[in-house]
């Protein structure tokens, strides 16, 4: 059974693992939850030591769940969310919380607690913001810095690495302190387009002159796949597997995903836009060419793929919306997989019922974590329209099926901006969690007027990282090799509707967009 493949996807809410034949067919998967401490709701925090055992748990349960060995396993791949990973000079975790509880030691993804540091980045005008849409978001590693080089200089003066998680993963199971080029080039501004290297001037106008050294960072990345070694005889043992497995350079989650939707279009991959949906929402696309748009992150050069730039539109919270909105209504409670599938069944109840007037009176605007793109509004905030003193179940289906309208209409928009750099919107390769919500599989298709391809492969995510380890280990020659031949295709999903019916909806979104500005305005 010789010659498997383990790849491990850390998100916002928990630690998967999958471990997968030579040509990509899923064996065994496992997942445990990691902890994320909220003290307020700009701010959350990871322990990245319980983010490690976690890894370690499941890639065991995996490995029980494939029926396989350790021994068998010839390459590993990580990707994971972008949370910022702070170290002592002796490897010891140090707090990115004014309590000092050194084991809350990792910023997550969604922390915002930088604004204010975004803001005065954002101020400087620099050429740095060219590759982010012209507006630094606090969910980049920069600002979160900056936040707490001021706000903790006990951790600041001590630290020996700042480190993406995605990296410290990678580090944890080698000891190699390479970062990979997925990482530094999307949130650490890396430039690798010629001019090179680490934006000196801007660092020390924001105050951040000794990053380079404080963060360990090194001159350069590696590609992700590069082979960064075996594993390291303690993390072999944490993991169940041996010193004779190979160690991928990892990659963002989203991007892993990517990978994992792309399969042979690897050849090709100019044609399609990818969306990558879960938390939070990503619509990647690739080009030949640096196509800079407003709002858009990116250009990144060979940040998933060598050769090609990368592009990325999102949004902050869609299925963490979802969540929000199943846990704060009367008729909710804890936002389980269970309790969506209840909401979603009696969405399609109602609608059957109804048709078109269902819940056709509330209007949802979406950015209850600010508007990543196009807008790159960070402090923007959301808007239930229409809500009436309704506290039952059915009421609860209503804002439910509204605000997944309203994440599915933000995705047209961020596809229309998208389509002003060159890139097709008619076919729209889906990955991550939300190919399992019904709802939002239609909404997608019907509100953007694409054709979803639905991938056979069950967790895009790992699969993604296990093409990582294939390249790591020497079963291809390259990335886009290995993309292609552990490709698991995907079922197409036409539109059931014209894109049409939902043009009054795309419109209000675009009204309550503007009148917030307005009431923004407003003295």
């Not at 990580?78 to 990115?96: I, K, N, Q």
């Not at 001019?195 to 360990?216: C, H, I, K, N, S």
């Not at 993390?235 to 792309?262: N, P, S």
């Not at 748009?293 to 902050?316: D, N, T």
């Amino acid at each position: 059974m010789g010659e498997l493949l383990v790849g491990v996807d850390v998100g916002t809410g928990s630690a998967r693992a999958g471990v997968f034949s030579p040509g990509g067919a899923l064996l065994g998967r496992a997942e445990l939850p990691i902890d994320m401490r909220r003290r307020s709701p700009r701010e959350a925090e990871h322990d990245s030591e319980q983010i490690w055992r976690a890894v370690g748990g499941a890639v065991r349960g995996a490995l029980a769940a494939a029926d396989a060995r350790g021994s068998d396993v010839v390459g590993i791949g990580f990707d994971a969310t972008c949370s910022l990973v702070l170290r002592g000079r002796d490897g010891e975790p140090l707090p990115v919380t004014p309590d000092g509880d050194a084991r809350w030691d990792t910023m997550v993804w969604l922390d915002h607690r930088a604004m204010a540091e975004a803001e005065e980045c954002t101020a400087t005008g620099d050429a740095v913001l060219n590759s982010l849409g012209g507006v630094m978001s606090p969910e980049m590693q920069v600002p979160k810095l900056m936040w707490l080089k001021r706000r903790l200089p006990g951790s600041w003066e001590k630290m020996g690495a700042a480190v993406d998680l995605v990296d410290f993963l990678t580090f944890r199971a080698t000891g190699s302190t390479a970062r990979s080029q997925s990482s530094l080039a999307c949130k650490w501004l890396w430039n690798g387009d010629g001019q090179g290297g680490w934006p000196g001037a801007f660092l020390r106008q924001v105050g951040l002159g000794d990053l380079v050294e404080r963060a360990g960072l090194p001159p350069a990345p590696v590609p992700p796949g590069s082979d960064l070694g075996p594993l390291a005889p303690a993390a072999a043992e944490a993991l169940g597997l041996t010193t004779a497995t190979r160690v991928a350079a990892g990659a963002i989650d989203a991007h892993a995903g990517l990978l994992g939707v792309l399969g042979a279009g690897a050849a090709a991959p100019v044609k399609t836009l990818c969306l990558i949906a879960g938390t939070s929402n990503s619509v990647l696309a690739l080009a030949p060419d640096p196509r800079p748009g407003k709002g858009i992150w990116g250009p990144y050069g060979g940040a998933v793929l060598p050769g090609l730039w990368l592009l990325e539109a999102g949004q902050s919270a869609t299925g963490a919306l979802l969540d929000h909105v199943v846990r704060f209504h009367a008729a909710g409670g804890e936002p389980t997989a269970e309790r969506h599938k209840a909401v979603a069944t009696r969405i399609a109840r109602l609608r059957a019922a109804e048709g078109e007037s269902f819940a056709s009176d509330l209007h949802v605007l979406p950015d209850f974590h600010g508007n990543r793109s196009p807008l790159a509004e960070p402090a923007a905030l959301g808007v239930i329209s229409g809500l009436a003193l309704e506290t039952d179940f059915d009421s609860l289906c209503r804002l439910y099926w509204r605000t997944a309208l309203a994440v599915a209409l933000g995705t047209r928009q961020n596809l229309e901006a998208l389509a002003q750099l060159g890139f097709p919107t008619d076919r729209l390769l889906l990955g991550g969690g939300h190919t399992r919500n019904p709802v939002l599989l239609e909404l997608y298709a019907d509100v953007t007027g694409a054709t979803l391809v639905v991938p056979n492969a069950p967790d895009a995510m790992l699969l993604g990282s296990a093409m990582l380890a294939g390249t790591a280990a020497g079963r291809h020659d390259s990335l886009v090799e290995a993309v292609a031949a552990l490709d698991q295709g995907g079922v197409e999903r036409h539109p059931s509707v014209p894109r049409s019916r939902y043009d009054r909806d795309y419109r209000i979104l675009l009204e309550m967009q503007r009148q917030r500005r307005v009431l923004a305005t407003m003295t």
